[in-house]
T-cell receptor, first 116, second 114 residues
Framework: ETGVTQTPRHLVMGMTNKKSLKCEQHLGHNAMYWYKQSAKKPLELMFVYSLEERVENNSVPSRFSPECPNSSHLFLHLHTLQPEDSALYLC???????????????FGAGTRLSVL | AQSVTQPDIHITVSEGASLELRCNYSYGATPYLFWYVQSPGQGLQLLLKYFSGDTLVQGIKGFEAEFKRSQSSFNLRKPSVHWSDAAEYFCAVGAPSGTYKYIFGTGTRLKVLA
């Protein structure tokens, strides 16, 4: 039990669908992250939020839209995805964003996304 | 350029044997170093971290890692592997300035033979 919960665990969607991934952290952290994990590639940082403010958008296509309504919840809204977007999407959180030893990242179990 | 290399994509060991997973990094300064483990269908779990001080770091599940500045390495070890250790292991580095941007290696998949 990592304290970071992601739902759904698995998602299959068509290219014209709209869906959302949800992440909730129960650790009292102030920063939250979205990563994409594709086979044989390093983890790719997508978005970072600190105290509900987006501080990083790592050149992610606009078909991915993040939302952070409060410091405990993070969403990733998906629309008009491509098959190459199929991957494991991981959420992480950290106590703070930048201070050493306070920005250790703790991960959820991920959402396995398949785009048909 | 900053990078993390895990030279072994797959490693197979017998249960009870010792294990060493390699991690080399390229960084302008001494980074902060992490090892994470990802069991099948799961997210990444932090095994251990190095910030400063003693270069031999103890982690959870009986793992340890040694930071060797001269070799730019942070290898993960376990003296006796259990079948439940079968998973993928990721080395990661973070900047000493406290940036949140980790650089992850591509992972080493460990298979344990009974």
């Amino acid at each position: 039990e990592t304290g970071v919960t992601q739902t759904p665990r698995h998602l299959v969607m068509g290219m014209t669908n709209k869906k959302s991934l949800k992440c909730e952290q129960h650790l009292g952290h102030n920063a939250m992250y979205w990563y994409k994990q594709s086979a044989k590639k390093p983890l790719e940082l997508m978005f970072v939020y600190s105290l509900e403010e987006r501080v990083e958008n790592n050149s992610v296509p606009s078909r991915f839209s993040p939302e952070c309504p409060n410091s405990s919840h993070l969403f990733l809204h998906l629309h008009t995805l491509q098959p190459e977007d199929s991957a494991l999407y991981l959420c992480a959180s950290s106590q703070e964003l930048r201070r050493v030893a306070k920005n250790i990242q703790y991960f959820g179990a991920g959402t396995r996304l398949s785009v048909l | 350029a900053q990078s993390v290399t895990q030279p072994d994509i797959h490693i197979t060991v017998s249960e009870g044997a010792s294990l060493e997973l390699r991690c080399n990094y390229s960084y302008g300064a001494t980074p902060y170093l992490f090892w994470y483990v990802q069991s099948p269908g799961q997210g990444l779990q932090l095994l251990l971290k190095y910030f400063s001080g003693d270069t031999l770091v103890q982690g959870i599940k009986g793992f340890e890692a040694e930071f060797k500045r001269s070799q730019s390495s942070f290898n993960l070890r376990k003296p006796s592997v259990h079948w439940s250790d079968a998973a993928e292991y990721f080395c990661a580095v973070g900047a000493p300035s406290g940036t949140y941007k980790y650089i992850f290696g591509t992972g080493t998949r460990l298979k344990v033979l009974a």
